[in-house]
């Protein structure tokens, strides 16, 4: 019934990125280390101490130094990818447990969006587009922009991403139904891994919803599609998404 796109995500890709990126930082490390040791062996510490000497052993450390900057970078950035693929995992093992009228579909990337949609569950009371984060500071949500506890912006604005994604969403199905969804019928959702927000002022363009709150939160509110609509759109997702 639905082609079910087998593309990998968008943070699996970074993860497979930032790995290849280590991997050539350890390479060059292991170049550079290996160059000094032979250079000691065959020439001496005596040959070194001339300008030829000296060329070669500052390539050499330089080529160290490159490899550990880069393996570091690559380590640390993989590591950070990593957690949002974990963060992932959590929320679709939750999404399972989602009544039969509700369809879960991941890693949706739809055209001119700039990256993917980790969630999109399609069900009677609507279209609900989810962001997965899995963040370890603690941040103090707000309706554009998340803070730190010093009061500092975060570069992190999951508000922005996921409500960009709604509207880009919201265009994207209205051109392919060839028509428009209740204002309702899109709604944005972010649902962080760790309990680390503190939720000083309600927020009204957005949700947040801990993965352990999603299938009641989702499934418990106001029949808003029918039964064509859902499968229109689940039909048409599908294509740019998996469904599992």
């Not at 990593?82 to 959590?90: C, L």
Request: glycine residues 8%; proline residues 4%.
């Amino acid at each position: 019934m639905v082609n079910i796109s087998k593309q990998k995500s968008h943070v699996k890709s970074r993860v497979s990125y930032y790995t290849k990126i280590t991997f050539l930082g350890v390479i060059i490390l292991l170049m550079g280390i290996m160059g000094l040791v032979l250079l000691i062996r065959i020439s001496g510490f005596i040959l070194l101490t001339g300008i030829w000497g000296f060329l070669q052993l500052s390539l050499l450390a330089l080529l160290v130094i490159t490899g550990l900057i880069i393996s570091r970078y690559g380590w640390s950035k993989r590591r950070t990818w990593s957690r949002g693929a974990k963060g992932e995992k959590i929320v679709a093992k939750k999404l399972k447990k989602l009544p039969k009228k509700y369809t879960a579909i991941r890693d949706v990337k739809i055209p001119n969006l700039g990256g993917d949609i980790d969630h999109v569950v399609v069900g009677p009371t609507g279209v609900y587009v989810i962001e997965t984060k899995n963040y370890k500071p603690t941040y103090i949500p707000d309706e554009d922009c998340w803070y730190h506890t010093s009061g500092r912006v975060s570069p992190q604005n999951p508000a922005k991403q996921v409500k960009l994604q709604v509207s880009k969403l919201n265009v994207f199905l209205k051109n392919k139904l060839g028509k428009k969804l209740n204002k309702t019928a899109i709604n944005p959702v972010i649902s962080p891994i760790n309990h680390n927000l503190i939720l000083k002022k309600d927020i009204k363009s957005y949700e947040i919803v801990y993965p352990e709150d999603l299938v009641s939160y989702l499934s418990h509110g106001r029949k808003i599609l029918s039964s064509k609509e859902v499968k229109e759109i689940i039909n048409i997702l599908a294509k740019y998404g998996r469904i599992k």
